[in-house]
Nanobody, 114 residues
Framework: QVQLVESGGGSVQSGGSLRLSCAAS????????MGWYRQAPGKQRELVAS???????NYANSVKGRFTISRDNAKNTVNLQMNSLRPEDTAVYYC????????WGQGTQVTVSS
């Protein structure tokens, strides 16, 4: 069982920045593929970014060049730096850990106003 706790959400104006963090409770954190997903009202949950155990990132086209995912295996954390935020980035953001099983955090709200 892996517990994931997100932090760093909030409200910001368009063009602003936020940094999300996810702390994982696992002795084998470094083996997990970690990801950030988001779900806006009335929409399906979608992948924002993921990072492999080796540190290779992958981004949704909508956030490329604006968001950066990183991980610190020594601290069992994965971060999402979000710059140049847009109103369409407004959603609940979820941390995800995937290996054989998939684990989810409780989510953190990000609101971007125009």
């Amino acid at each position: 069982q892996v517990q994931l706790v997100e932090s760093g959400g909030g409200s910001v104006q368009s063009g602003g920045s936020l940094r999300l963090s996810c702390a994982a409770s696992s002795d084998i954190f470094s083996r997990y593929v970690m990801g950030w997903y988001r779900q806006a009202p009335g929409k399906q949950r979608e992948l924002v970014a993921s990072i492999t155990s080796g540190g290779s990132p992958n981004y949704a086209n909508s956030v490329k060049g604006r968001f950066t995912i990183s991980r610190d295996n020594a601290k069992n954390t994965v971060n999402l730096q979000m710059n140049s935020l847009r109103p369409e980035d407004t959603a609940v953001y979820y941390c995800n850990a995937r290996m054989i099983l998939i684990y989810w955090g409780q989510g953190t709200q990000v609101t971007v106003s125009s």
